[in-house]
């Protein structure tokens, strides 16, 4: 699954605890994202990076933040969770100028 | 908002060539069609992309009119693990980084 792994793959948490969630890959790509998904949302961009350090928001980024200080991973942070981030999480990958972009298995994060 | 159009979904015989249509009447002269798929929980796949010439791979082909205002994925044999829901996708510029823009997708159920 092109290099990418995501953990927790399952997360049960309370309101109001923070959360951090893990993209790491193994292909050295330049651009990593987070999505997220919902019933009739489709996938929705939370944060995205475009190198180490290098960051920008998505259309969907508030209550969220993220840090990338190596290559290889990507940590999403819901500093207080609500009930409204209850969803399915997916990271993706991209090289540069491949047009491509591989996700990873997703982590499916239930905030009660 | 998502600048593609798909009908929500679609029935396909195994064996018989799927034909998946896309209006993304809107786009622009550098932005280039994509085709995903998602199978039942998993990542979203990359199937294939194109600017204005009619690309195939061994996944499937992608038909673009003339006008690019619409284009047409064809899986030419669909099996039954083609059954999935199938995003349209027109890449949009983004600073650094040129993201997807997903929206609800196709639903294409293969029948036996």
């Known amino acids: 699954d092109a290099g990418i792994t995501q953990s927790p793959r399952h997360k049960v948490t309370e309101t109001g605890t923070p959360v951090t969630l893990r993209c790491h890959q193994t292909e050295n790509h330049r651009y990593m994202y987070w999505y997220r998904q919902d019933p009739g949302h489709g996938l929705r961009l939370i944060h995205y990076?475009?190198?180490?350090?290098?960051?920008d928001k998505g259309e969907v980024s508030d209550g969220y933040s993220v840090s990338r200080s190596k290559t290889e991973d990507f940590l999403l942070t819901l500093e207080s969770a609500t009930s409204s981030q209850t969803s399915v999480y997916f990271c993706a990958i991209e090289a540069s100028g491949s047009y491509e972009q591989y996700f990873g298995p997703g982590t499916r994060l239930t905030v009660t | 908002d998502a600048k593609t159009t798909q009908p929500p979904s679609m029935d396909c015989a195994e064996g018989r060539a799927a034909n998946l249509p896309c209006n993304h009447s809107t786009i622009s002269g550098n932005e280039y069609v994509y085709w995903y798929r998602q199978i039942h929980s998993q990542g979203p796949q990359y199937i294939i992309h194109?600017?204005?010439n009619n690309e195939t791979n061994e996944m499937a082909s992608l038909i673009i009119t003339e006008d690019r205002k619409s284009s047409t994925l064809i899986l030419p044999h669909a099996t039954l693990r083609d059954t999935a829901v199938y995003y349209c996708i027109v890449r949009v510029p983004q600073g650094g980084s040129e993201k997807l823009v997903f929206g609800k997708g196709m639903k294409l159920t293969v029948n036996p």
């Open positions: 990076s475009y190198g180490v350090k290098d960051t």
């Open positions: 194109g600017l204005k």
